[in-house]
C-alpha cells in the first residue's frame, strides 16, 4: 500500500507541473511578427520606337585594284629601290631596268631614219629632173617609172625607220615599272643584276588609299539597299571608318543563294590593311517598329517566357500590390544593354514592371512601386501618373507586411 501512495504522489506531481507550465505559456506575450520589405519595381508604360534595320557582316579588306608588276621589254635589272611591304605615293618608282641598251637602240634608229629621210629627198630630186627631160623628149618613160619606184621604196623605208623609232622609244619608256596609284609593293623577289625577260610577273601591287569590303546577304535585305547607301566599317581596334555601297549584285553569286555588296572604304592615311578582318555595318530598307523592354521585366517559366505587369493596385500608391504576368514572344536583343525586342504578348501602351534585378519576382508576388537604379530603360521612359504622384521616387518604399501577405499566389486567367 505504501507503494501505491507514492506513486499516486508522484503522479499527481507531474500533473500539477504540467498545469502549471501551460498557465505559464498562456501568459507569455506573443513575439512580433517578422516586418517584410516589398520588393520596388518601377512602371513604365510601352511605346514602340522606330528602327532602320540595321545589318552586319564579317568580312575581310581587299584592294580597290591590284597590279602584277611586270615589265614589257627584257634587259638587266638595275635599280629596286623598294622593299616588299613599302608604302609608296603614286609614280614612284619600283623597278628600272639598264636603260643603255634602249638609248642606243634609240639613237641608232633616229640615225637610220634620217638616213632614210636623206635618200627620200634624194629620190625626189632624181625624180623631177627625169620629170623635166621626159617632156623635152630628152629622157623614156622607163626611165621615169624607174626614178619613181626608187622614190617610192624611200618613202618605205623612211615609214619603216620611224616606226623603229616609235618602238625604240616605247621600249625606253617602259624599261621601268613606277606605283599606278598609292599603295604597297609585295611578292617582289628579283634583285638588282638579275636578267629580266619581257612578261615575267615580278611581284604585285596593291592600291591601298582605297579599299573595298564584300559581303553576301540574303534577297530581303540587297532589295533594301542601292548604290550609294552609306556604311560603316570597325576594325580590330574598334575603330570607324566609312564606306559607300559601290556594287549591289542584282542575281545570286552562284549557287549560295547570296547577293553580293561592294563597299568602298577610304583610307586616305594607310592605317587599314588588305586582308584585315572587319565588322561592315549598314541600314536596309524603310524604319520598322519595335516593341524593346527591359531584360529585368520578363523570365522564363516551363519553357515559356513571360513579361511583368501590374496586377490591380490600390489607391493609396504607397500600398502594395500584386505582380502578374503575361506570356510573350520574344526576338533579339542586346545583352550587353539589357533590353530584349518583344513580338507578341505586349503593345504599346501597357504597363510592365521593371524591378531591380533578372528573376527578382514571379506572379503573385507583392510589390511596391519606386525607383529602380542601375538597369536598362527605354529611352521614352518617364514616371507614370502614379509614379509622378509618389512623395519620393528615390528613397525605397517602407511599406511592412506581415507574414500572411508575403508571396500570395493568385490564379491567372489565360489571355
Same mark, same amino acid.
Given at each position: 500500500?505504501?507503494? !501505491?501512495?507514492?506513486?499516486?504522489?508522484?503522479?499527481?506531481?507531474?500533473?500539477?507541473?504540467?498545469?502549471?507550465?501551460?498557465?505559464?505559456?498562456?501568459?507569455?506575450?506573443?513575439? /512580433?511578427?517578422?516586418?517584410?520589405?516589398? /520588393?520596388?519595381?518601377?512602371? +513604365?508604360?510601352?511605346?514602340?520606337?522606330?528602327?532602320?534595320?540595321?545589318?552586319?557582316?564579317?568580312?575581310?579588306?581587299? /584592294?580597290?585594284?591590284?597590279?602584277?608588276?611586270?615589265?614589257?621589254?627584257?634587259?638587266?635589272?638595275?635599280?629596286?629601290?623598294?622593299?616588299?611591304?613599302?608604302?609608296?605615293?603614286?609614280?614612284?618608282?619600283?623597278?628600272?631596268?639598264?636603260?643603255?641598251?634602249?638609248?642606243?637602240?634609240?639613237?641608232?634608229?633616229?640615225?637610220?631614219?634620217?638616213? $632614210?629621210?636623206?635618200?627620200?629627198?634624194?629620190?625626189?630630186?632624181?625624180?623631177?629632173? !627625169?620629170?623635166?627631160?621626159?617632156?623635152?623628149?630628152? $629622157?623614156?618613160?622607163?626611165?621615169?617609172?624607174?626614178?619613181?619606184?626608187?622614190?617610192? $621604196?624611200? @618613202?618605205?623605208?623612211?615609214?619603216?625607220?620611224?616606226?623603229?623609232?616609235?618602238?625604240?622609244?616605247?621600249?625606253?619608256? %617602259?624599261?621601268?615599272?613606277?606605283?599606278?596609284?598609292?599603295?604597297?609593293?609585295?611578292?617582289?623577289?628579283?634583285?638588282?643584276?638579275?636578267?629580266?625577260?619581257?612578261?615575267?610577273?615580278?611581284?604585285?601591287?596593291?592600291?591601298?588609299?582605297?579599299?573595298?569590303?564584300? +559581303? @553576301?546577304?540574303?534577297?530581303?535585305?540587297?532589295?533594301?539597299?542601292?548604290?550609294? =547607301?552609306?556604311?560603316?566599317?570597325?576594325?580590330?581596334?574598334?575603330?570607324? %571608318?566609312?564606306?559607300?555601297?559601290?556594287?549591289?549584285?542584282?542575281?545570286? #553569286?552562284?549557287? =549560295?543563294?547570296?547577293?553580293?555588296?561592294?563597299?568602298?572604304?577610304?583610307?586616305?592615311?594607310?592605317?587599314? @590593311?588588305?586582308? &584585315?578582318? +572587319?565588322?561592315?555595318?549598314? &541600314?536596309?530598307?524603310?524604319?520598322?517598329?519595335?516593341?524593346?523592354?527591359?531584360?529585368?521585366?520578363?523570365? &522564363?517559366?516551363?519553357?515559356?517566357?513571360?513579361?511583368?505587369?501590374?496586377?490591380?493596385?490600390?489607391?493609396?500608391?504607397?500600398?502594395?500590390?500584386?505582380?502578374? #504576368?503575361?506570356?510573350? =514572344?520574344?526576338?533579339?536583343?542586346?545583352?550587353?544593354?539589357?533590353?530584349?525586342?518583344?513580338?507578341?504578348?505586349?503593345?504599346?501602351?501597357?504597363?510592365?514592371?521593371?524591378? #531591380?534585378?533578372?528573376?527578382?519576382?514571379?506572379?503573385?508576388?507583392?510589390?511596391?512601386?519606386?525607383? +529602380?537604379?542601375?538597369?536598362?530603360? /527605354?529611352?521614352?521612359?518617364?514616371?507614370?501618373?502614379?509614379?509622378?504622384?509618389?512623395?519620393?521616387?528615390?528613397?525605397?518604399?517602407?511599406?511592412?507586411?506581415?507574414?500572411?501577405?508575403?508571396?500570395?499566389?493568385?490564379? &491567372?486567367?489565360?489571355?
Amino acid at each position: 500500500m505504501r507503494i !501505491i501512495k507514492i506513486v499516486g504522489l508522484l503522479f499527481l506531481g507531474v500533473f500539477a507541473l504540467r498545469g502549471i507550465s501551460t498557465l505559464w505559456e498562456t501568459k507569455r506575450p506573443d513575439p /512580433p511578427k517578422a516586418k517584410i520589405t516589398p /520588393p520596388v519595381v518601377r512602371i +513604365v508604360t510601352l511605346q514602340s520606337e522606330s528602327f532602320a534595320r540595321r545589318v552586319e557582316r564579317h568580312a575581310r579588306l581587299q /584592294p580597290r585594284r591590284k597590279w602584277q608588276i611586270a615589265l614589257e621589254v627584257s634587259g638587266r635589272l638595275a635599280q629596286r629601290p623598294v622593299e616588299n611591304g613599302d608604302l609608296l605615293e603614286r609614280g614612284a618608282l619600283v623597278l628600272a631596268l639598264d636603260p643603255e641598251p634602249f638609248v642606243a637602240n634609240l639613237e641608232h634608229g633616229e640615225a637610220m631614219l634620217r638616213q $632614210a629621210q636623206a635618200r627620200t629627198t634624194l629620190a625626189g630630186e632624181i625624180l623631177e629632173r !627625169i620629170k623635166r627631160l621626159y617632156k623635152t623628149k630628152s $629622157a623614156s618613160r622607163e626611165e621615169l617609172d624607174q626614178e619613181q619606184a626608187d622614190l617610192d $621604196a624611200s @618613202l618605205a623605208v623612211v615609214a619603216a625607220a620611224q616606226a623603229d623609232v616609235r618602238k625604240d622609244r616605247y621600249d625606253l619608256e %617602259h624599261c621601268r615599272w613606277a606605283a599606278p596609284a598609292p599603295g604597297i609593293v609585295s611578292a617582289l623577289s628579283t634583285e638588282v643584276g638579275e636578267f629580266v625577260r619581257e612578261g615575267d610577273v615580278l611581284g604585285e601591287f596593291s592600291q591601298v588609299d582605297s579599299l573595298l569590303v564584300k +559581303v @553576301l546577304v540574303p534577297w530581303d535585305i540587297r532589295r533594301g539597299v542601292e548604290p550609294g =547607301t552609306k556604311g560603316v566599317v570597325v576594325d580590330g581596334w574598334q575603330r570607324e %571608318h566609312s564606306a559607300t555601297l559601290l556594287y549591289a549584285a542584282a542575281v545570286q #553569286s552562284g549557287q =549560295t543563294g547570296q547577293f553580293e555588296l561592294e563597299f568602298e572604304v577610304p583610307n586616305p592615311t594607310g592605317e587599314l @590593311l588588305s586582308g &584585315e578582318p +572587319v565588322v561592315v555595318r549598314f &541600314e536596309s530598307g524603310a524604319p520598322i517598329e519595335r516593341l524593346r523592354v527591359p531584360r529585368n521585366s520578363i523570365f &522564363e517559366e516551363y519553357g515559356q517566357w513571360r513579361a511583368l505587369v501590374p496586377g490591380e493596385r490600390p489607391d493609396d500608391s504607397t500600398e502594395p500590390f500584386l505582380a502578374r #504576368s503575361v506570356p510573350i =514572344t520574344q526576338g533579339g536583343g542586346d545583352p550587353g544593354e539589357g533590353w530584349v525586342e518583344v513580338y507578341t504578348g505586349l503593345r504599346p501602351g501597357q504597363e510592365i514592371l521593371v524591378p #531591380s534585378r533578372v528573376a527578382a519576382l514571379r506572379d503573385g508576388t507583392r510589390i511596391v512601386e519606386g525607383r +529602380v537604379t542601375d538597369v536598362w530603360l /527605354p529611352p521614352y521612359a518617364t514616371p507614370t501618373k502614379r509614379s509622378s504622384s509618389l512623395a519620393d521616387l528615390d528613397a525605397p518604399a517602407e511599406s511592412v507586411l506581415d507574414d500572411s501577405q508575403v508571396s500570395t499566389p493568385i490564379q &491567372e486567367d489565360s489571355p
